[in-house]
Nanobody
Framework: VQLVESGGGLVQAGASLRLSCAAS????????MAWFRQAPGKEREFVAA????????FYADSVKGRFTISRDNAKNTMYLQMNSLKPEDTALYYC??????????????????WGQGTQVTVSS
């Protein structure tokens, strides 16, 4: 599975961005997927995860109510809608895919496939 993120950029606080994660190779329609992020000098942290059907989603407390994770299995693509962005959301955002038919998790070690990341920078 190859994953490619897009949609990052430089925005002002309060703005919105929509990240996409396009998968190729093996299907991701039977895999849980997630978004993680890593800010300079910090460890990679969990942002949001979604089950393979899209019915199960959960979020880090820091983004709950502002970010929405979704997926379109017909397009083999996952999304992260980010609203009310804050400077502390500045990070390199990665998408990840798990092995088939596993429940979504916020543990990065459970994910087998990773993209290269897309930069999100929020100015104050």
């Amino acid at each position: 599975v190859q994953l490619v993120e897009s949609g990052g950029g430089l925005v002002q606080a309060g703005a919105s961005l929509r990240l996409s994660c396009a998968a190729s190779g093996r299907t991701t329609s039977n895999r849980s997927m997630a978004w993680f992020r890593q800010a300079p000098g910090k460890e990679r942290e969990f942002v949001a995860a979604i089950g393979w059907s899209g019915e199960i989603t959960f979020y880090a407390d820091s983004v709950k109510g502002r970010f929405t994770i979704s997926r379109d299995n017909a397009k083999n693509t996952m999304y992260l809608q980010m609203n009310s962005l804050k400077p502390e959301d500045t990070a390199l955002y990665y998408c990840a895919a798990d092995s088939p038919f596993r429940r979504p998790t916020g543990n990065s070690r459970e994910y087998d496939y990773w993209g290269q990341g897309t930069q999100v920078t929020v100015s104050s």
